[in-house]
């Protein structure tokens, strides 16, 4: 089996899973009561919760564990929209139209709700301009929240979301010197008035994240992306950030997401999460040579001997794009039909998103970015960990390349047969 869909799941990391079979054999507190196994709970907990804290240059009180990136999501659109004025019956979102499903169908869901949201568009590379989300600010001075990812799980753009927080507070800073808010309402927004989310799912342990340089409110992570155990994530919610509880119940996360913590996987994504921020450098250097590689290979059997066109999705390798991501059309081929061979083969890829894989429509970010319906149809998407090889590469671009050719022959066939 050749595995090349990291960007839907990965491995586990052998240090995650060491020391999250240790605790599921011997940590079985509940992390609340006051008795020596609950406080040994307790302590692992905390722990986990500083280690999380440091990877992303924030304080352990600002970590919220989840369930992962989809409730993470979720939390911070619906806490953020809810938690705003009093006397607020809706209010305006903007988020973008190259998001993952979890951020857009929450925010069809407060369209349900009585909110109104903007779908700002992205240029042919999946990047979201801060022209585009100044003209929307301006033009909606209601806007409670903004939502941007800070890396794209289709393509791998990397969205400049320190330079599009900078337009939401210079917009802050206008309407304040306009209508001055009263200091109670400024408080229910911890001293914000629209609060700034990103989803850093892909981005999380890929490329550096400090949440003071971002000057972000909320950001949601997920532990299964980095090689942690599914199920786990956190929320970062900016000290002061006030957002509506999630799940009501116990005092857990202080009060604001109830339920018995799941101690021995919050152990194990602290576990991955820390050795994928201390190798990030080293995994990376790995997963460029294999990307470049990779395309190179595409590029040279496909393209160059074989005349078969090719257009490549998102930037072009280097800072602006997740390393291990490659994304590349075949126009006039159909995903599916590739994507089935591939299978065959024992290679695992994926057609857009893990989640559309299945659906009928086109990738909404294809289709966002291009608006090109065949260039989306014919699209497959690698993404490539520390473990691939450069012999796996090449069986795979052996594969696709025997699929095109007996493809595009059975296509000449009842031409032929015409003759
Ligand atoms: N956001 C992005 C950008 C993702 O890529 C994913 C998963 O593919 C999610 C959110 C959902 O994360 P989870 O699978 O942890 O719910």
Known sequence: MIYLDHAATCPMRKCALDQMTEALKNVYGNASPSYPPAQEAKAKLDQARSVLAETIGADWRE????????????????????????????GHIITTRAEHHAVLHTCAYLESRGYTVSY????????????????????????????V?????????????????????????????????PEAKRKETGGRRILFHTDAVQAYGKIPIDVKTLDV?????????????????????RKGTRIGALIHGGAQESGRR??????????GFAAAAEE????????????????????????VELQEKEGIRILWNGPQPGERRLSGNVSVS??????????????????????????????????????????????AEGTLRFTLGTENTEEEILETVRVLKETIDRISHDRELPEKCHK
Not at 63 to 87: H, K, Q, R, V
Not at 217 to 237: E, M, N, Q, R, W
């Open 276 to 299: 994928a921020t201390g190798k990030r450098q080293s995994e990376e250097e790995k997963t460029i040579h294999l990307q470049q590689f990779f395309r190179e290979a595409l590029r």
């Open 63 to 90: 970590i919220f564990f989840t369930s992962g990136g989809t409730e993470g999501d979720n939390w911070a659109l619906t806490g953020a929209a809810e938690a705003g004025l009093p006397e607020r019956t809706g």
């Open 149 to 181: 990812m800070l890396a794209n799980n289709e393509v791998g753009t990397i969205e400049p979301v320190e330079e599009l927080v900078r337009v939401v507070r210079k917009r802050e800073q206008e309407l304040a010197g306009k209508e001055a808010v």
């Open 120 to 147: 700002l568009p992205v240029d042919e590379e999946g990047f979201v301009s801060p022209d585009s989300l100044e003209k929307e600010l301006a033009a909606h001075p209601d806007t409670v929240l903004v939502s």
């Open 217 to 237: 409110d909320l950001l949601s992570v997920s532990a299964h992306k980095i090689g942690g155990p599914k199920g786990v994530g956190f929320l970062y919610l």
């Open 330 to 375: 075949f126009p006039g081929f159909d995903q599916r039909t590739l994507l089935i061979n591939l299978d065959l083969a024992g290679i695992c890829a994926s057609g857009g998103s893990a989640c559309t894989s299945g659906a009928l429509e086109p990738s909404h970010v294809l289709m966002a970015m291009t608006q090109d319906r065949k260039r």
């Open 258 to 267: 109830a339920g018995t913590e799941n101690v021995p996987a919050i152990i």
